[in-house]
């Protein structure tokens, strides 16, 4: 049986990294193949959906309720996506710096929480920190930093973060 704990961890970690990959969908829509960085993006799409479906087998195999806030996240996401990809090839590298900057935090918090209780969960979420944490390095190192609005970009992405966290825990 999955505590309660775990089982609100599971919800919200598989509604991000659903988030995740609906962000990168976006992105890729508007950039291509063939845009500064596509390269990138689509192979932090490529393990976001990876850690997705892993999240999702554990929901499956633990009877743990989804978020109901899926269909949201799913038009959220990828509308951040695009308008972010809209705004150039940095403004897309500022939106996966400032969301996994955030989901670094949200991660580390959990695993302190868990504190070895729930192996299983609390490898899942060790290995994805450290691919957000790359994620976010890759995103820095590829310009973020050098968007338009970069502070307000960032801080307003990262915000949203924490809002779409705090609901998914619990709706």
Same mark, same amino acid.
């Given at each position: 049986?999955?505590s309660?704990?775990?089982?609100?961890?599971?919800?919200?970690?598989?509604?991000?990294? @659903? !988030?995740?990959?609906?962000? @990168?969908? #976006?992105?890729?829509?508007?950039?291509?193949?063939?845009?500064?960085?596509?390269?990138?993006?689509?192979?932090?799409?490529?393990?976001?959906?990876?850690?997705?479906? /892993? *999240?999702?087998?554990m929901?499956a195999e633990?009877?743990?309720?989804?978020?109901?806030?899926?269909?949201?996240?799913?038009?959220? #996401?990828?509308a951040? #996506?695009a308008?972010?990809?809209?705004? !150039?090839?940095?403004a897309?590298?500022?939106?996966?710096?400032?969301?996994?900057?955030?989901?670094? /935090?949200? @991660?580390?918090?959990?695993?302190?929480?868990?504190?070895?209780?729930?192996?299983?969960?609390g490898?899942?979420?060790?290995e *994805?920190?450290?691919?957000e944490?790359?994620?976010?390095?890759?995103?820095?190192?590829? #310009?973020?930093?050098?968007?338009?609005a @970069?502070?307000?970009? *960032?801080?307003?992405i990262r915000?949203?973060?924490?809002?779409?966290?705090?609901?998914?825990?619990r709706?």
């Amino acid at each position: 049986m999955t505590s309660s704990r775990s089982a609100r961890m599971l919800r919200v970690d598989q509604a991000g990294e @659903y !988030g995740a990959t609906r962000i @990168y969908a #976006g992105q890729m829509a508007v950039m291509g193949n063939r845009a500064p960085h596509s390269t990138e993006v689509a192979g932090m799409a490529a393990q976001e959906e990876d850690h997705r479906a /892993r *999240f999702d087998a554990m929901i499956a195999e633990r009877g743990v309720r989804p978020t109901a806030l899926q269909p949201v996240w799913s038009v959220a #996401g990828f509308a951040l #996506g695009a308008a972010t990809a809209l705004m !150039g090839p940095k403004a897309a590298m500022a939106c996966t710096a400032a969301i996994e900057t955030e989901i670094d /935090r949200h @991660y580390t918090e959990q695993l302190d929480e868990l504190d070895g209780d729930d192996p299983e969960l609390g490898e899942a979420i060790r290995e *994805f920190r450290d691919d957000e944490r790359e994620h976010r390095d890759a995103a820095l190192a590829a #310009g973020a930093e050098q968007a338009p609005a @970069y502070p307000l970009l *960032f801080n307003a992405i990262r915000l949203g973060c924490r809002a779409a966290i705090k609901l998914s825990e619990r709706i």
